[in-house]
T-cell receptor, first 112, second 112 residues
Framework: GENVEQHPSTLSVQEGDSAVIKCTYSDSASNYFPWYKQELGKGPQLIIDIRSNVGEKKDQRIAVTLNKTAKHFSLHITETQPEDSAVYFCAAISDSNYQLIWGAGTKLIIKP | DTGVSQNPRHKITKRGQNVTFRCDPISEHNRLYWYRQTLGQGPEFLTYFQNEAQLEKSRLLSDRFSAERPKGSFSTLEIQRTEQGDSAMYLC??????????FGPGTRLTVL
């Protein structure tokens, strides 16, 4: 079945620097890749997503890139701020499926 | 606020008691999902509905768990004879078919 691997499990960066989180998926039929941010005690919040017909998508300080050939997708956060500290999850799904396949999560720590 | 809502936000119960949680999805969404999440882990799929039909239920889900969505709008998740291992965050999400899943704030269950 589909599997999504996410790295690193913990990422600590200096405020103002960039952060990159990487995910790899196994099912070539996957065509939709959302990223969620989860703060302690809250539900996951969608921050950006990308479909397989697009290689890159950007929303202010956040961008996602997709390499379908390599089955990789990455989250890029520039000019990190303290409020970016959270756990980030990547996920993958195909049109024929109903179930999001989740990465294990990355705890992002922004050092002041 | 037209997002997904869940009630209660917190529930503390004694082992052996029954508990029921409610989820109100985004009104136009016909798909509704229940997930369970323990600390440090990603969401674990439990079940999902399309309109009022429960289309899939995780094999990991014990018979003590039951979910309903009687009119295709709100949903309830009931856990009978709770056990300490049921302590977790219970998340609800909704979407269009093949659409982005939007999550509620979750219900945190503590079984003493």
């Amino acid at each position: 079945g589909e599997n999504v691997e996410q790295h690193p499990s913990t990422l600590s960066v200096q405020e103002g620097d960039s952060a990159v989180i990487k995910c790899t998926y196994s099912d070539s039929a996957s065509n939709y890749f959302p990223w969620y941010k989860q703060e302690l005690g809250k539900g996951p919040q969608l921050i950006i997503d990308i479909r397989s017909n697009v290689g890159e998508k950007k929303d202010q300080r956040i961008a996602v890139t997709l390499n379908k050939t390599a089955k990789h997708f990455s989250l890029h956060i520039t000019e990190t701020q303290p409020e970016d500290s959270a756990v980030y999850f990547c996920a993958a799904i195909s049109d024929s499926n109903y179930q999001l396949i989740w990465g294990a999560g990355t705890k992002l720590i922004i050092k002041p | 606020d037209t997002g997904v809502s869940q009630n209660p936000r917190h529930k503390i119960t004694k082992r052996g008691q029954n508990v029921t949680f409610r989820c109100d999805p985004i009104s136009e969404h016909n798909r509704l999902y229940w997930y369970r999440q323990t600390l440090g882990q990603g969401p674990e799929f439990l079940t999902y509905f399309q309109n009022e039909a429960q289309l899939e239920k995780s094999r990991l889900l014990s018979d003590r768990f039951s979910a309903e969505r009687p009119k295709g709008s709100f949903s309830t998740l009931e856990i009978q004879r709770t056990e300490q291992g049921d302590s977790a965050m219970y998340l609800c999400a909704s979407s269009y078919p093949s659409g982005t899943q939007y999550f509620g704030p979750g219900t945190r269950l503590t079984v003493l």
